[in-house]
């Protein structure tokens, strides 16, 4: 072989050799900084109900030492330990629903984390409660009932509706016969959804438009609108005096600000079986919020601080009764509004021919 040919293989053996020894430098390099085998329990997924106990368990190699473990859940630091002995979390504080839960080891100057996730369910079954019929009114059966409130002795209904598909939406001011003592036409094109009463304004969500309207509880005049930010569709609405509640459809209610509209928490609603979705009309009520679900036939009881369905009354046959001779598959429970100073519950439904007081009492044998 000519020197020439000798040189320019010895050079591509050194070259193969070159690359070949970077390569493994490279792998040894990674092998030494890849994140350490490290486990965390409980599964993914698992299930507690509220005030459970829950054993976070890190499982750790034996050659593994940790010189801190900080436990986070949902990236709220709750405590650190200099061990991986079980750390044991309390749930009676924590909202319901999917909570994340981390631990973040520290070791000789490196940080690893490992996280996993539980389904936090309410306490305990919610109480059973069915109703007495105290009064019937008229109602108005044109009328696609969306949002129902209560207020100095005038009832303020939202109800909805596309022109293209032969309805029309529209906030009105009635008693409690029906009669309709004054109302505006909505938009064609806007789906009116839920309405709340507060400061002496009302507040109307709209279906898919994606806005929300302020009128003069007065006058009904538009005062202003805003930017639904909280989901694609807007459903139900309420209020304490100081925020704003609404829904979208699932199982999660909205605690706005009454005045810029942000979101200022979410509350997961769950009973103790799992969510509870599609929430509809709402009413705050002594500290608790009622809820209908769209196309159930009863109200939930939801305690606001937690999520929890704490009650569920059953109108299941005030539905049959209100529905006879109605060929209308979305003429559904839809409507509750609480006359405060009296002490009153109405609930209605869409194109239903009354509105109905009713009082609310526990079912017995339950």
């Given at each position: 072989m000519p020197f020439g040919h000798r040189l320019i293989k010895h050079m591509k053996r050194t070259y193969i050799l070159g690359i070949a020894t970077f390569i493994l430098a490279l792998y040894s390099c990674g092998d030494k900084n890849k994140p350490v085998n490290?486990?965390?329990?409980?599964?993914?997924?698992?299930?507690?109900?509220?005030?459970?106990?829950?054993?976070?368990?890190?499982?750790?190699?034996?050659?593994?030492?940790?010189?801190?473990?900080?436990?986070?859940?949902?990236?709220?630091?709750?405590?650190?330990?200099?061990?991986?002995?079980?750390?044991?979390l309390a749930t009676d504080s924590l909202g319901l629903g999917a909570r994340v839960l981390t631990a973040r080891i520290y070791s000789a100057g490196k940080v690893e984390e490992q996280s996993t996730n539980i389904n936090l369910l309410a306490a305990k079954a919610p109480e059973l409660y069915t109703y007495q019929l105290e009064k019937t009114f008229a109602h108005d059966t044109a009328s696609f009932t969306e949002g129902l409130e209560y207020h100095d002795g005038v009832l303020y209904e939202s109800d909805g509706g596309y022109c293209r598909e032969g309805l029309k939406s529209s906030l009105r001011k009635t008693n409690v016969d029906g009669k309709v003592l004054q109302s505006i036409d909505i938009d064609c094109n806007t789906f009116a959804e839920g309405i709340t009463v507060i400061d002496n304004k009302i507040i109307q969500l709209t279906y898919r438009e994606r806005v929300g309207y302020v009128y003069d509880?007065?006058?009904?005049?538009?005062?202003?609108?805003?930017?639904?930010?909280?989901?694609?569709?807007?459903?139900?609405?309420?209020?304490?005096?100081?925020?704003?509640y609404c829904n979208t459809g699932s199982n999660q209610i909205y605690v706005m600000d009454k005045t810029s509209f942000r979101t200022l928490r979410n509350i997961d609603v769950y009973d103790d079986q799992g969510p509870i979705d599609d929430l509809n009309e709402m009413e705050y009520i002594d500290g608790m919020i009622y809820a209908n679900v769209w196309q159930k036939d009863d109200i939930v009881v939801i305690d606001p601080k937690t999520g929890a369905v704490v009650k569920r009354i059953d109108l299941s046959?005030?539905?049959?009764?209100?529905?006879?001779?109605?060929?209308?598959?979305?003429?559904?429970?839809?409507?509750?509004?609480?006359?405060?100073?009296?002490?009153?519950?109405?609930?209605?439904?869409?194109?239903?021919?009354?509105?109905?007081?009713?009082?609310?009492?526990?079912?017995?044998?339950?």
């Open positions: 490290i486990s965390i329990s409980p599964d993914a997924g698992t299930s507690y109900k509220q005030g459970d106990k829950v054993a976070v368990k890190l499982t750790l190699p034996a050659d593994f030492k940790a010189d801190s473990i900080v436990y986070l859940v949902d990236s709220v630091r709750l405590a650190a330990k200099t061990d991986s002995s079980s750390y044991s509880k007065a006058t009904l005049k538009l005062l202003s609108n805003f930017t639904f930010t909280q989901g694609d569709e807007g459903w139900g609405m309420c209020n304490d005096g100081k925020n704003l046959e005030l539905t049959k009764q209100a529905t006879v001779g109605i060929n209308n598959s979305d003429a559904v429970l839809n409507g509750i509004a609480w006359d405060a100073a009296g002490k009153r519950l109405f609930v209605t439904g869409k194109n239903w021919p009354k509105l109905y007081q009713i009082k609310v009492v526990k079912k017995q044998g339950v």
